[in-house]
Each structure stands twice: as C-alpha cells, then as structure tokens.
C-alpha cells in the first residue's frame, strides 16, 4: 500500500512562489509515474503536471513556464515549484501516484492520492 503527504501550502501574494512536497512510503518510488493535480472550489480536478520515471514532464498550458515538478527518488518526494503564482492558482492541491512508469493527464488511472494541500494567492 502506498501512502502519499502533501505539505508545502499556504498562503502568498499574487507573484510569489510557493514549493509543494509530497512523501510516498514504499520502496519502488522510483519506477512510478507521478502528478500533481489541483481543484478550486464548485470546479472538476485538473491536471498540473505529470513526471515519469525518468524524469520526463508535462504541464498544463495555464501553468507552463511558471511551475516545475520533479523527484528525489532518494527521499521518496516529489515537488511542485511554483512560481510567478497567481489569484487563480487557488487551489487544493494532490500528488498523485500511478503502479506505472509514466505520467497520464487522467486522474482516474492514478491509484494513489494524498490529502491535498491548500494554496491561496491574494491579490
């Protein structure tokens, strides 16, 4: 079983950064495709961003340029810089783990969530 925890959210100003992390147990971390989704309040989840195994990405155009994923398979955690931040970046936001090698803009094939972090940009 895998378990997932978000933590790195809060609250900016509309131009800050933030970096969100997200700890999964489990020994086979590394093999994994993993993606940060997010959902504002009365909206649908959306994709952020998507990482394979061997550290390819993709990114949700709304967000490309701005944010960046990545791993530290040596800590089991993967992140979520954020940049540039804006007032409708407001969001919870969730990692996400999918049992295959690589990353998938769907969020129903990723079998594994954390609880979600709150990130809120004033403006």
């Known amino acids: 079983q895998v378990q997932l925890v978000e933590s790195g959210g809060g609250l900016v100003q509309a131009g800050g950064s933030l970096r969100l992390s997200c700890a999964a147990s489990?020994?086979?971390?590394?093999?994994?495709?993993m993606g940060w989704f997010r959902q504002a309040p009365g909206k649908e989840r959306e994709f952020v961003a998507g990482?394979?195994?061997?550290?390819?990405?993709i990114y949700a155009d709304s967000v490309k340029g701005r944010f960046t994923i990545s791993r530290d398979n040596a800590k089991n955690t993967v992140y979520l810089q954020m940049n540039s931040l804006k007032p409708e970046d407001t969001a919870v936001y969730y990692c996400?783990?999918?049992?295959?090698?690589?990353?998938?803009?769907?969020?129903?094939?990723?079998?594994?969530w954390g609880q979600g972090t709150q990130v809120t940009v004033s403006s």
């Open positions: 996400a783990l999918r049992r295959t090698s690589t990353y998938t803009t769907t969020p129903a094939l990723y079998g594994y």
């Open positions: 990482l394979n195994w061997n550290g390819g990405s």
């Open positions: 489990g020994r086979t971390f590394s093999s994994y495709g």
